[in-house]
């Protein structure tokens, strides 16, 4: 699985609480990405970052936090988890060291995270 | 809303057919990617075509790139009962922004 590790992989949570999932590659790769998956909604983006420290927001934002401290370390954050986030997070990474850009290259996936928040 | 919306949702077929997936999206792309997904497992890519590419081959795929319909097509040939799976589009939007967008995906079942 290219290297990335997803934890924990399953977790249920009570609504109200942090909670926080970590990505961990040892790639290299530039690209980290935040994905959650829901029935009828393929993978919509959370967030991303481009290096360390540099983060931007994807389309379903809000409630989430991420951190990136170290090149192979990209954290997700639900602030106060909601039943609403309850899903399936997948971790991403793309562009290899050496190349260009990250503009024709694949997406390599951790093998996902199982949140319930009840 | 979703840039990519794969057509059909579900398609159920015998082993040995031929299976046909399309994709539309709706904004100008970089480049288009399917990925495949077995049940409770991450994403695995299966093949990228730029924007400037009609059509790109790898085994028993075969992708499609009409740019001026903003639609693609993946063709699985001679399908296997491992190919049942979920497979998905994923556009690279000519935006600046380097992450994918992903398409509703599109459940395929090979009936031995």
């Known amino acids: 699985d290219a290297g990335i590790t997803q934890s924990p992989r399953h977790k249920v949570t009570e609504t109200g609480t942090p909670v926080t999932l970590r990505c961990h590659q040892t790639?290299?790769?530039?690209?980290m990405y935040w994905y959650r998956q829901d029935p009828g909604h393929g993978l919509r983006l959370i967030h991303y970052?481009?290096?360390?420290?540099?983060?931007d927001k994807g389309e379903v934002s809000d409630g989430y936090s991420v951190s990136r401290s170290k090149t192979e370390d990209f954290l997700l954050t639900l602030e106060s988890a909601t039943s609403s986030q309850t899903s399936v997070y997948f971790c991403?990474?793309?562009?290899?060291?050496?190349?260009?850009?990250?503009?024709?290259?694949?997406?390599?996936f951790g093998q996902g995270t199982r949140l319930t928040v009840v | 809303s979703q840039q990519g919306e794969e057509d059909p949702q579900a398609l159920s077929i015998q082993e040995g057919e031929n299976a046909t997936m399309n994709c539309s999206y709706k904004?100008?792309?970089?480049?288009l990617q399917w990925y495949r997904q077995n049940s409770g497992r991450g994403l695995v890519h299966l093949i990228l075509?730029?924007?400037?590419?009609r059509e790109k081959h790898s085994g028993r795929l075969r992708v499609t790139l009409d740019t001026s319909k903003k639609s693609s097509s993946l063709l699985i040939t001679a399908s296997r009962a491992a190919d049942t799976a979920s497979y998905f589009c994923?556009?690279?939007?000519?935006?600046?922004?380097?992450?994918?967008?992903f398409g509703s995906g599109t459940r395929l079942q090979v009936q031995p």
């Open positions: 991403a990474i793309s562009e290899s060291p050496g190349t260009a850009t990250a503009l024709n290259t694949e997406a390599f």
């Open positions: 790639e290299n790769h530039r690209y």
């Open positions: 970052s481009y290096g360390v420290k540099d983060t």
């Open positions: 904004t100008s792309i970089n480049n």
């Open positions: 075509i730029r924007s400037n590419e």
């Open positions: 994923a556009t690279l939007m000519d935006t600046g922004r380097r992450a994918l967008t």
